[in-house]
């Protein structure tokens, strides 16, 4: 963003007066699902060669917003101008047609097909497909992205960084010229967040209009020109490129922040956690400081551990690690390159093929899940829905599928009701799960409830060591300082763990060492006690430090 | 409330039934059959007088196929070699039976031909589950090609040593009356019944107040969320294959013991088939199944004779189970939509719905 | 074992190999087209049987045998459509709805069969094959391979036809994409529900060319239940082919022989019981699945119905 007294404020400003055309507008968009209202009466303005930034944390209705612009979704009410014109987008297919590219937050990129075939997907009305054609068009997107991309190569063999190029590309290969990138930088190394940034202002010159989401402030500062805010479905402030120019950075910031938590008093009380998830870059926010653990025993340990199961996943392999009672421990790496084979490794969900995992110093790594959870074990999974619920069975039944046959709650092979709804009544409070009741089926609670149920589950019943396994992933504010507070609760009571995550701030925030995780294996460790850790850490996802 | 709901489910499971036997008429009036004749012979030959009994014999074997092919499908496991397990042990027990009952007390011989029968039953459905417990292959396919394998090794069991020396006809030795089940007194019903009812029972109990039916259900819904609540996903799977096997070996002796007494090569009765889609009518609950399996071999036995009588092949009576099937998904998913408050038609025809009408006049 | 050998032996066991491998073959490049666009037609039983059962009334009424393949394919598309309409487009189970387009494949072909040919049982001319100009000489391959009947031919061009397809045409990446990450279909613009209900259509009409195959060429008549099985080897071969059409020509070619060793090896004068022969290819099958378990691989969108939005 460009604040008053930037040198290039007049130079924006005057690009701005030529090219700055409104190219998208929605107007009073509405749509609401049983039980919540989205996206209520939302107005979106965006202009050529602009970057406007959607802010808002998790749950603020972004996504449906999205998905509306780009077709998968219908709004109940509402209008949206294509240049000006009225448009209705009913498909994917009419939001290309209308010049919207999107580029999604998961990749639509199919892996066993190379890039030319991901690309050529759009294409249609010819029989065969036009290679040449293919090739000649990605070259000249290429070359305004930034880099040259290889069209023959498979889209699972790239990097994520040319990825995400050929991801934009795609979006732009029916000759977009409005640009929606949903939470681009939630993947990538800070180094591509350079490159990303870098693209953008090329296709800015071209007189695309972009959109794009997050719910991270310092990025908004980084790559947007014009900034929209959206709290609990509604707009409530937006700032044109114009405005901002007008104004300092630390305006800006305050402005921006008020609108997104102003009166809302337990926002503000939790405003530490809140600031750190939205904008690491300050300097307001407290750092996670290592604690020195040397005196602490060894409580967790892997030697040489390699895992092996039936899924076409990425495999640990050769895995050495030590980790101390009461530390936290984090693995950053781009999503996909192991993270789950560890945790399930770990807490004996799948096998090791080879090496050894040691707990106090006892060889468990033939135990199964169960052995392993009456020593301590404990996980919380990144699946809520598929894997750590059941979405078919009660609330209450959930806080306990870890505990079949076990006494009080089960005799003689039959629950015992009594025991189990009493004891369920008294996690759901002391977690403050939101449920009409406890027979309510699990899978209709939200995303945040059922973290909770996962998190009542795992750290009650006396655990040790607990694996977090992107705890926080699509949660907002609120239950994401909840989530964090009680890890930090759970370690200052003694209790160790390892934390998964693929967001950086988050892992600077509460880790005290991480290690890097690369197609299976540990390419780094650092200690969490310098401001430039995230850099460095970026460094061992490229592959670059040595 | 509850009523209502209990209604709407009545019409929901009764519909496709219905629907099913009043296409079933219109086929045979395009192949010149009488529907009418059709099914009051299946009334006459199926329930009055006595014949209800005949068609309780009947459901005995019927009704531990169906209970075996709940356990296995309430897991989402697709366990389609039942004709296979059937025959294994129908083959074992004519060529068995005849001897073990002359030299021992018959009730012992039941009893040892019935295990037998069953473990068949549950040997054939090991190689499947451990295909899909080890490897996670397939086992739609694998229990299919098992069961081919089976049926043949079957066929060539009876052609071969279980073949009676004393007649031309490939078959088994007959099992004289008084070495079959009896009757319940008073009844032409055999006693298998009460086997069956009683296995029936004890697996719904199983199912719905042990912790292995909770199990159960959570492998059923998500085998991931099995494994991170620490259930053994492949000691699950073999287990339940084991039983399913188990249950439908059992029907075949209780079948052949209780009603056939012999067993002809290439003879299929197929019970599995004609029984799946009662079972999912049934939303795959043990006691809920019991009328829709009811209701099949009064359709099957007053049809054996019905269709005869027409002068029709008997698997008209599949093309009835298999509209059955069909009518029960559309039905189905009509409802699941009604339920959401959904409308049933897809978008795509909404939509030109909507352009096919005026401007004003959009739902 | 005297005339094992022979070349005239040979000559007739490679044509009757050929004979049963050829609806397998169609049946499975069928499933394969389906199963790459992610639906799984457990209905290719009852539909090669719907298939051979119009085929051999057409060519029994028109004495065409290009007309017998045709009504085949056309009855074998309509009965997909109920897999289309039930499975693509309402998104009800693949496997339940497959079951039910057998049974009622099974049921209505014996059925009718038995009503109108049950006593009759008129059987069809056997086809003349067609000799190949100057490859037909070459001794053993010429008389067997490159002298058959043109419907051979003219399924190993629709093979071909398939690989091409596949592979350069947009029809063939859209059918990959559906069945690899339909959202993906989606999101470019494309409809994974038209892509599907091609694709489907197309495994009726190749399931139902390749049973009126088993019945014109095969038998030259109609028994009920007479596949006995073929249609689920040809599921099993489409999997294992993953999606690549050699692998489906040459897994079809060695199941195909195993089912007509019951012919070959009764003509060489070898007593083994027929229903020990009979179960030949299906245990050649569930080895070759023990073999490579590892690689049976199923496009992960298989079996899945497609739903926008939906998480």
Redesign the interface.
């Known amino acids: 963003m460009r604040f008053a007294g930037h040198s290039k404020y007049q130079e924006a400003l005057n690009s701005q007066e030529g090219l700055s055309t409104l190219c998208l507008e929605a107007i009073q968009i509405t749509k609401a699902f049983?039980g919540v209202v989205a996206n209520d009466r939302i107005d979106i303005e965006v202009r050529s060669g602009e970057v406007l930034c959607l802010l808002g944390e998790n749950g603020a209705g972004k996504s449906t917003l999205i998905?509306i612009l780009?077709g998968?979704?219908q709004p109940d009410s509402g209008t949206i101008k294509i240049n000006g014109k009225i448009s209705e987008i009913?498909?994917?297919?009419i939001?290309?047609?209308l010049g919207i590219g999107?580029v999604?937050q998961h990749s639509?990129?199919?892996?066993?097909?190379t890039v030319l075939?991901?690309l050529?997907?759009?294409?249609?009305g010819?029989?065969?497909?036009d290679v040449k054609g293919a090739k000649e068009k990605l070259l000249t997107l290429a070359s305004l992205l930034g880099g040259a991309i290889d069209p023959n190569t498979l889209a699972g063999d790239l990097a994520l960084g040319q990825q995400q190029q050929v991801e934009i590309a795609?979006a732009m290969w029916?000759g977009s010229n409005i640009l929606i990138l949903d939470e681009p930088t939630s993947m990538l190394t800070p180094q591509a967040v350079q490159d990303l940034q870098a693209s953008l202002e090329s296709l800015k010159r071209e007189g695309l209009a972009v959109i794009f989401i997050t719910h991270k402030l310092h990025e908004a500062f980084a790559l947007g020109d014009a900034v929209t805010v959206l709290r609990a479905g509604r707009k409530v402030l937006h700032l044109s490129t114009r405005q901002i120019g007008e104004l300092s950075e630390s305006q800006t910031r305050e402005i921006i922040l008020k609108s997104m938590f102003g009166s809302d008093s337990s926002a503000e009380s939790n405003s530490v956690e809140v600031l750190t998830e939205m904008d690491t870059g300050s300097e307001n926010v407290s750092h996670h400081k290592q604690r020195d653990l040397a005196d602490s025993k060894i409580i967790l340990e892997l030697k040489g551990v390699s895992s092996t199961s039936?899924y076409n996943e990425v495999e640990v392999t050769d895995v050495t690690l030590s980790i101390r009672r009461g530390e936290v421990y984090g693995i950053a790496g781009i999503d996909g390159h192991g993270q789950r084979s560890l945790a399930e490794a770990i807490v004996?969900?799948r096998s090791i093929s080879r090496g050894q995992l040691f707990f106090e110093g006892l060889d468990v790594s033939k135990m199964?899940?169960?052995q392993r959870?009456s020593l301590g074990f404990r996980?919380v999974?990144d699946?809520r829905?598929?894997?750590?619920?059941?979405?078919?069975?009660s609330v209450a039944?959930n806080l306990f599928?870890?505990r079949?046959?076990q006494r009080p709650y089960?005799r003689m092979?039959?629950?015992n009701w009594s025991a189990l709804n009493e004891e369920a009544s008294r996690l759901i409070e002391k977690f403050s799960i939101k449920t009409p009741s406890l027979t309510t089926r699990g899978g209709t609670l939200s995303g945040g409830n059922i973290q909770k149920i996962l998190l009542a589950r795992e750290l009650a019943f006396d655990p040790k060591v607990v694996v977090f396994n992107k705890p926080t992933y699509g949660l907002d504010f609120k239950t994401v300082a909840l989530v964090r507070g009680l890890l930090k609760e759970f370690v200052s009571q003694g209790g160790t763990v390892l934390l998964i995550s693929t967001d950086l701030d988050e892992l600077t925030e509460l880790c005290d060492r991480i290690s890097i995780i690369s197609r299976g294996k540990i390419v780094g460790t650092v200690d969490n006690n310098s401001t430039k850790i995230a850099e460095e850490i970026g460094a061992f996802m490229v592959g670059d430090s040595q | 409330m509850k009523s209502r709901k209990l209604g709407v489910d009545f019409i929901r499971t009764v519909l496709p039934v219905l629907l099913a036997l009043f296409s079933g008429g219109l086929l045979l009036l395009i192949l010149g059959k009488n529907p009418i004749n059709f099914y009051s012979d299946i009334w006459r030959f199926g329930i009055a007088k006595k014949s209800w009994q005949d068609s309780a014999t009947m459901f005995a074997p019927m009704l531990l196929v169906a209970v075996g092919l709940i356990v296995v499908f309430r897991a989402n496991l697709w366990n389609l070699g039942y004709d296979g397990q059937y025959l294994i042990g129908a083959a074992l027990i004519s060529g068995f039976s005849p001897y073990l009952t002359q030299h021992m007390s018959v009730w012992l011989a039941w009893f040892l031909l019935s295990i037998m029968a069953a473990a068949a039953g549950a040997a054939v459905t090991i190689i499947p589950a451990w295909l899909k417990a080890k490897f996670g292959t397939n086992e739609i396919i694998t229990s299919l090609m098992m069961s081919f394998i089976t049926i043949g090794f079957a066929n060539i069991l009876i052609k071969g040593p279980f073949q009676d020396p004393n007649i031309v006809v490939p078959q088994t030795k007959v099992l004289p009356l008084n070495h079959m089940l009896p009757h319940i007194p008073g009844t032409r019903i055999s006693i298998g019944l009460i086997v069956a009812l009683a296995m029936a029972f004890g697996v719904h109990y199983l199912l719905s107040r042990t912790s292995f039916g909770l199990k159960l259900d959570i492998y059923g819904a998500s085998s991931k969320s099995a494994q991170h609540a620490g259930i053994s996903v492949p000691k699950m799977v073999f287990t339940l294959f084991l039983i399913s096997g188990a249950l439908i070996g059992l029907a075949s002796s209780v079948d052949i013991l209780g009603h056939w007494g012999y067993v002809r090569t290439n003879w299929n009765p197929s019970y599995g088939n004609a029984i799946l889609p009662f079972v999912f009518l049934g939303r795959l609950n043990v006691l809920a199944s019991l009328p829709f399996v009811m209701f099949y071999s009064v359709l099957a036995t007053g049809g054996a004779i019905s269709t005869q009588r027409s002068g029709l092949s008997s698997d008209f009576l599949l093309v009835i189970v298999a509209l059955i099937l069909l009518f029960m998904t559309v039905i189905e998913y009509i409802g699941t939509k009604q339920d959401l408050g959904q409308s049933y038609i897809p978008s795509g025809l909404k939509r030109f719905l909507k352009f096919s009408k005026s401007e004003g006049d959009l739902g | 074992m005297n005339g094992l050998f022979t070349q005239a032996y040979i000559i007739v066991a490679i044509t009757a190999g050929l004979t049963s491998a050829l609806p397998l073959m169609l049946a499975a490049l069928g499933e394969t087209i389906g199963e790459q666009s992610g639906v799984l037609n457990l209905g290719v039983e009852g539909i090669m049987l719907i298939g051979g059962f119009s085929g051999y009334v057409c060519v029994l009424n028109t004495h065409s045998v290009l007309l017998g393949g045709l009504c085949g394919a056309f009855f074998g598309i309509l009965s997909s459509l109920i897999l289309v309409s039930l499975s693509v487009m309402l998104g009800l189970n693949q496997i339940v709805v497959g079951i039910a387009i057998t049974l009622a494949g099974e049921g209505v072909t014996s059925v009718l069969q038995q009503s109108k040919y049950g006593s009759s049982n008129p059987r069809l001319s056997s086809v003349s094959p067609v000799k190949i100009p100057l490859l037909s000489r070459i001794p053993i391959i010429g008389p067997s391979v490159f002298t058959q009947p043109i419907f051979l031919y003219i399924s190993l061009l629709l093979a071909l036809v398939v690989a091409w397809g596949l592979l350069k045409t947009n029809a063939g990446l859209r059918i990959k994409a559906a069945g690899q990450k339909p959202g993906s279909l989606d999101a470019a613009g494309g409809s994974v529900i038209r892509t599907r209900t091609f694709s489907v259509m197309l495994a009726g009409g190749f399931a139902g060319l390749g049973g009126a195959y088993f019945s014109i060429i095969g038998s030259g008549s109609f028994t009920p239940m007479m596949t006995g099985g073929l249609g689920y080897i040809a599921i099993v071969v489409a999997m294992l082919a993953r999606g690549r059409v050699s692998w489906v020509v040459g897994g079809s070619l060695m199941f195909g022989f195993c089912v007509s060793l019951t012919t070959v090896l009764q003509m060489a004068g070898i007593n083994i019981p027929s229903d020990a022969v009979n179960i030949i290819p299906f245990v050649a099958v569930l080895a070759t699945l023990i073999i490579f378990a590892r690689s049976a691989y199923i496009p992960p969108a298989l079996g899945v119905p497609y739903i926008r939005g939906s998480r």
């Open positions: 049983p998905s780009s998968m979704q009913n498909s994917p297919r939001a290309k047609d999107v999604y639509t990129l199919i892996s066993t097909l075939e991901n050529m997907l759009g294409d249609t010819k029989v065969l497909l795609k029916g039936q004996g969900q199964n899940v169960r959870q996980y999974t699946d829905l598929h894997e750590g619920i059941v979405g078919s069975l039944l599928i870890k079949i046959g089960w092979g039959q629950i």
